[in-house]
DNA sequence: TAATATGTAACTACAATGATTACATGTAAT
DNA sequence: ATTACATGTAATCATTGTAGTTACATATTA
C-alpha cells in the first residue's frame, strides 16, 4: 500500500507554476518536467482546479495558482488530489461476528484510534505550505 | 488507497486471544469471530508470530501471546502485518525531469516532509498498545 | 493410524494506479 | 471562417495489491 504519486506531482506542478510564473505553463510543459504524460497532467490539474488551488482554462495554454503561495498548504494539495478518502486512510474489517465480545466491540474501539493516527498525520501536512517547498527547492539549487 | 484491514484483523487477533486465554484460540475460531476464511487467519497469525508476537506451532491448535498485553503496541501490529513499507507511506514520483529547477531538487525537498507526516502518524500507534484495547472492548461490552 | 491443526501455494475476482491514445470542446490569430 | 493549439475527458491496458477460496503438505496427539 501506498498513497498515490498524484499527491507528490500535485505538489510538483504547484511549485512549477510559481516558479516558472513568467512563462506559461501548459500541460505540455508541466509533463515536460515531471516526466509523464499531458493527459496525466491534466488530470491531476483539473482536481487541482476544482479545489479552488488553480486557475485554468480550456482552449488557453498554461495555469495560474488561485491562491497565495502561504495560502496553500500540503494538506489542501493532499485532499485535492483525492487520494485518501475522509477518515479512510486505515481500513476496518467489516462485518466482525456480533455473537463475540470483540467482534461487536472492536470497531468502535479501533475507529477512533485509526482517526487520530490519520489526524495526526494531516496536521503535518497542514502545517508545511507551497511557499515552504519553493522556498526549499530554491535554497535546494543555490546549493548546487 | 486504503492500508490493509489485515492491520484491524490483527488487533483483533490479538485482543480475541488474550480475552480467549482460557480458551483455545485456533484459526478456526479466531476466523468465527473475524468472519473470514480461517487461510486468511492463518496467514496473518504468520506474520504475527514471525514478528514475536505470538506463539503458534504446526499441529497444535490455538494461539497465545509471546509478550506481555501492554508490550504490544499497535505499531509493532502494523509492521508485523506489513501493511505500509518503511518510509513509504508517500510514494514520489520517479524521474522527474532533471533538466529543470523544480524537477532536480522537488524529490529531496518533498521526502522529509512526508516522511515527519508519517513518523506522526506512528508516533499515536506506538502510544496504544494491546492492553489498552482490551480494557476499552471489555469497557464497551459493559456499557451494553 | 486416524483425526485435527498449522503452514503455504495456487488461483480467483476486484479495485486502484499510471500510462497511453483519441477526440470533443474551447480560444485566438490569421 | 479556418487553422493551430490547448484543455477536458473517456476508453483502454498492464501492473499491483487485496481478500477470499481451495487444496494439500507437514506436524501433533489420541
Redesign the interface.
Known amino acids: 500500500?501506498?498513497?498515490?504519486?498524484r499527491?507528490?506531482?500535485g505538489?510538483?506542478i504547484l511549485?512549477?507554476i510559481e516558479?516558472n510564473k513568467d512563462g506559461v505553463s501548459s500541460s505540455e510543459y508541466l509533463a515536460?518536467?515531471?516526466?509523464?504524460n499531458p493527459a496525466v497532467i491534466r488530470k491531476i490539474m483539473g482536481m487541482l482546479k476544482k479545489a479552488g488551488l488553480i486557475k485554468v482554462q480550456p482552449g488557453i495554454a498554461g495555469a495560474e495558482l488561485a491562491k497565495d503561495l502561504s495560502d496553500i498548504t500540503?494538506l489542501d494539495v493532499y485532499k485535492a488530489v483525492n487520494?485518501?478518502?475522509d477518515n479512510?486512510?486505515?481500513?476496518?474489517?467489516e462485518?466482525?461476528?456480533p455473537d463475540?465480545?470483540?467482534?461487536?466491540?472492536?470497531q468502535?474501539?479501533?475507529e477512533p484510534?485509526?482517526f487520530?493516527?490519520?489526524n495526526?498525520?494531516?496536521?503535518?501536512?497542514e502545517n508545511?505550505t507551497i511557499e515552504d517547498?519553493v522556498k526549499?527547492?530554491?535554497e535546494?539549487?543555490i546549493k548546487r
Chains 1, 2 share one sequence.
Do not use: W, Y
Open positions: 500500500m501506498s498513497i498515490s504519486s499527491f507528490s506531482v505538489i510538483h511549485t512549477l516558479i515536460g518536467s515531471v516526466n509523464t500540503l487520494v485518501v478518502k479512510e486512510l486505515f481500513s476496518i474489517h462485518n466482525p461476528n463475540c465480545t470483540v467482534g461487536r466491540n472492536i468502535n474501539t479501533i484510534l485509526f487520530s493516527a490519520q495526526a498525520m494531516e496536521k503535518v501536512l508545511v517547498v526549499d527547492v530554491i535546494k539549487e
